[in-house]
């Protein structure tokens, strides 16, 4: 829990303070690249981190995650130029990719069916404290001292979760080393690389850029379903789409997380602190949806309470634009997120259990490792589509209101997706396919 907590301030401290840092380097037309540098390392962190965790157990990637995102903070609180601030950023994401996946193995691996449930409820409420104080630090840092504290901040908090943590891994090592470990290793090196060449292509807004960023996405596809279960690409009834669906809700909300602090520091005046509070009201909400699914059976088939909870993100997103395109006070925005929130914790951890119940005991880690790459993947394709059309918009005079809307309603689509397929998380009960 106390890693958790760790990345939640770091999630939220640099979303809070982005759109500072984002000021000051004069990168506003490549905002984008500060979240995706993270995402698109955490990929490949990912892989690496389920093929070890099922090879040795979870101690040694949990170990090396924490020391690649202390350093990469260093690393990006001293960038002076983008290339520098990318770097740091893809070393704190190999730092979370590893952490996230070490943790959910550790899940696994020490608890029983039935428990896993609360244990991602209690995973859910690690986010509350961060999310409540990290926009106040992170803003104040930002504001009155420099952007760069808040990255030179997660260092130091790195001591006590490891303190923490170390004397109890130990009873979680030993594994068998997975099959394919070559062809899987350089299935994500070629993802990570595709991802890479698509954020760079749509930012580029040239023939060049598309050609680019279309070769990288078929290479993609090729590349990541050696990393997924059988048929997932294809959304197969059961463990298949119960992957994917993972990616398709978390590429909705994050994709709108990306541009809610800059759309109300650009079209509503709010200061950065102000902003990233109403990313603060998203703790909260999210460990009560957690809690909610946590009251569930852990053997209960999930698909109704992810179909429930993607209908409540959805709705939410198509609500945000409320906050920038009418009169009413930006707080509205506010409430629009705490209700995505909801539903992201009612679904996210559902997912989780019911790709561990539909895991053997031996895919653990791949499958663990399989679900955050998903997030990962649809997540930077979504941020930078949308990335594209926020740079053409800083391009030809400044992001708009309407704008930032248009790029909402771009994300709630994948919600409304998620809602359409959560009935093929539900497997085929002798060879007769379960009602959608």
Same mark, same amino acid.
């Given at each position: ?65 924490? $020391?690649? +995102? &202390? ?11 983008? /290339? @520098? %601030? =990318? !770097? ?50 992170? $803003?104040? +840092? &930002? ?11 997660? /260092? @130091? %908090? =790195? !001591? ?277």
């Amino acid at each position: 829990m106390s890693l958790i907590t760790l990345l939640a301030f770091e999630a939220i401290g640099t979303a809070t303070a982005m759109p500072v840092v984002a000021q000051d380097l004069d990168v506003l037309s490549a905002y984008t690249w500060a979240f995706n540098a993270y995402v698109v390392a955490s990929l490949f962190a990912m892989v690496v981190g389920g093929l070890w965790s099922d090879a040795t157990g979870p101690r040694a990637p949990l170990l090396t995650g924490v $020391g690649a +995102l &202390a350093f990469g903070s260093v690393i990006a609180g001293a960038a002076m130029n983008l /290339p @520098v %601030l =990318v !770097v740091g950023r893809a070393f704190q994401g190999i730092g979370g990719g590893l952490m996230i996946v070490g943790v959910y193995v550790l899940i696994a691996r020490a608890y029983p069916v039935d428990v896993r449930p609360k244990a991602f409820s209690v995973l859910a409420a690690a986010w509350v404290v961060p999310s409540l104080v990290g926009p106040l630090v992170a $803003g104040f +840092l &930002a504001e009155q001292v420099s952007w760069r504290a808040v990255f030179w901040v997660v /260092p @130091v %908090l =790195v !001591v006590l979760p490891l303190l923490l943590l170390v004397p109890h891994l130990a009873a979680h090592q030993g594994g068998v080393p997975p099959a394919a470990l070559r062809r899987r290793l350089v299935a994500g090196i070629l993802a990570t690389v595709a991802l890479f060449a698509i954020q760079d292509g749509v930012l580029r807004m040239s023939m060049v850029g598309m050609v680019e960023s279309v070769l990288a996405f078929a290479v993609l596809i090729a590349s990541v379903g050696h990393l997924l279960p059988d048929g997932a690409l294809t959304f197969r009834r059961g463990l298949p789409t119960s992957v994917m669906m993972r990616g398709v809700i978390a590429a909705g909300f994050f994709s709108a997380e990306v541009f809610v602090p800059l759309a109300m520091v650009e079209t509503r005046g709010l200061t950065v602190t102000q902003a990233g509070l109403i990313l603060a009201t998203a703790a909260g909400m999210w460990a009560t949806g957690s809690y909610v699914q946590s009251r569930l059976p852990g053997e209960q088939d999930r698909s109704t309470a992810v179909r429930a909870g993607a209908a409540i993100v959805a709705l939410a997103l198509l609500t945000l634009p409320l906050a920038v395109l009418t009169t009413l006070p930006p707080w509205i925005a506010a409430l629009s997120w705490a209700l995505a929130a909801f539903g992201m914790g009612l679904s996210i951890p559902s997912i989780s259990v019911q790709v561990m119940r539909l895991s053997p005991a031996s895919e653990l880690g791949a499958n663990s490792s399989a679900v955050q790459i998903m997030d990962s993947v649809l997540s930077v394709v979504v941020i930078s589509l949308l990335g594209l059309w926020h740079a053409a918009a800083v391009a030809s005079g400044g992001a708009t209101a309407t704008t930032y809307a248009l790029l909402w309603l771009g994300s709630a689509t994948m919600a409304l997706l998620a809602v359409v397929l959560a009935g093929r998380m539900r497997p085929a009960i002798d060879g007769v396919a379960a009602p959608l």
